[in-house]
């Protein structure tokens, strides 16, 4: 999750901000550096000052190896630079150079994807060998796209994942492309929506890809590899949106959407059962039976003479729980963190604050803002703070 970092009334010195594969680390690029903060609790763990800035800056999950993509004007510093950083060692590890401008990079603990506007880049993180590139691929000048995690809680190796890559497969339309990186091979095509694609997300483990047109009123969800659809939601009717962001929570069991608007959608994710009716007498029974066979039949005969379109809003589901912003227009990047009963909403806005809500699983509306921390204070030291089993073994991989 990641996002280049702008909105009105921003008066400040960041540039980018993205959470880590399992939001536990919030990243910041900077005019003249970047940071990165534990989320829970919440500290700075590094800095790092330069001139050329980051135009974008990512952290592969709670280990010392940084991503580092300059905003200087220089060749040396340009953002067709890419840097791999050993923050405890101090040290660059390596830099790769391309063609054009690095839009989007995207990692998990088995590879690194860098994305220019016409071509994927793949690398094997453990020794950062390009191992493939996808060429010629449909022009992409924002960035679009997404990586699986891999991510299992207890199980660093992610064990029954997939290392699946999604991007747009169509400048004009809503095509998706699937790729297996692990497996270097096209998985599917899925056509998801009408016009062009604006935000793409995958769950942790690759089996579920999220989905927003660039009208941001309606995401979809589609199983991975299948590509078959399993939930299709909407955000609004009339006001179209420039989504920001889309994120799973760990058990994906709930979906985050953000956008320019002033409203965060949270969306749970679970099949619709018919509700159930109470009981009646037998005479009742017989009498709603009519009643509601007529009732059916003229509801069905109504909606076969309705476009599809317009039968399809009755069956979208809405969000559960709403974060109410202050305004429209202040551009956010959103994540969840935590499972279906114990979930939080972390909130990261141009004006440079990460926010926390929680939310009542069950009962689900306006979520409680329970904390709020600046991204932009003077802090007097970063805490370094020691790497788990699988992030310190990268780590090591470089000398």
Not at 81 to 109: C, D, G, P, Q, W
Request: glycine residues 6%.
């Amino acid at each position: 999750m990641m996002k280049k970092v702008s909105g009105p009334g921003q008066d400040n010195d960041m540039t980018y901000a993205s959470f880590n594969q399992d939001c536990t680390r919030v990243c910041v690029g900077l005019r003249r550096g970047y940071r990165t903060f534990c989320i829970e609790p919440f500290r700075m763990v590094y800095e790092k000052h330069c001139d050329d800035g980051a135009s974008i800056f990512e952290v592969l999950f709670s280990s010392s190896l940084v991503v580092h993509v300059p905003a200087g004007e220089a060749a040396s510093s340009s953002q067709r630079i890419v840097r791999i950083f050993h923050t405890k060692r101090n040290k660059e590890i390596t830099r790769m150079s391309y063609s054009s401008s690095v839009l989007a990079v995207r990692m998990n603990r088995r590879n690194l994807v860098v994305l220019i506007e016409t071509a994927i880049y793949i690398y094997d993180i453990t020794n950062m060998h390009l191992v493939h590139t996808i060429s010629s691929t449909p022009p992409n000048p924002t960035g679009i796209c997404a990586l699986a995690s891999c991510h299992v809680p207890g199980d660093p190796r992610g064990t029954g994942t997939n290392s699946f890559f999604a991007y747009p497969g169509n400048q004009a339309t809503g095509e998706v492309f699937v790729y297996d990186v692990a497996n270097m091979r096209h998985i599917t095509s899925i056509n998801a929506h009408n016009s062009a694609v604006a935000c793409l997300a995958f769950n942790n483990t690759g089996t579920m890809l999220a989905t927003s047109s660039q009208k941001g009123t309606v995401f979809r969800v589609f199983a991975c590899p299948e590509g078959q659809k399993l939930f299709e939601l909407r955000r609004g009717l009339k006001t179209y949106a420039n989504i920001s962001s889309l994120s799973f929570n760990t058990d994906s069991t709930f979906l985050c959407a953000t956008s320019d608007k002033s409203t965060v959608h949270v969306f749970k994710l679970e099949q619709q059962a018919p509700a159930a009716a109470p009981a009646a007498t037998t005479e009742q029974q017989s009498s709603l039976a009519s009643w509601g066979s007529y009732l059916m039949a003229t509801a069905m005969t109504a909606a076969s003479y309705l476009p599809t379109s317009v039968t399809e809003v009755f069956t979208q589901a809405r969000s559960f729980a709403q974060v109410t912003l202050p305004s429209d227009g202040v551009q956010v990047l959103g994540a969840l963190s935590g499972v279906a009963d114990n979930c939080t909403v972390l909130i990261v806005t141009s004006q440079g604050y990460l926010i926390k809500y929680r939310f009542d699983p069950i009962k689900g509306g306006e979520c409680e803002e329970v904390g709020r921390h600046s991204l932009l204070a003077a802090y007097s030291n970063a805490e370094p703070e020691s790497e788990d089993g699988a992030d310190a073994r990268h780590a090591a991989a470089y000398p």
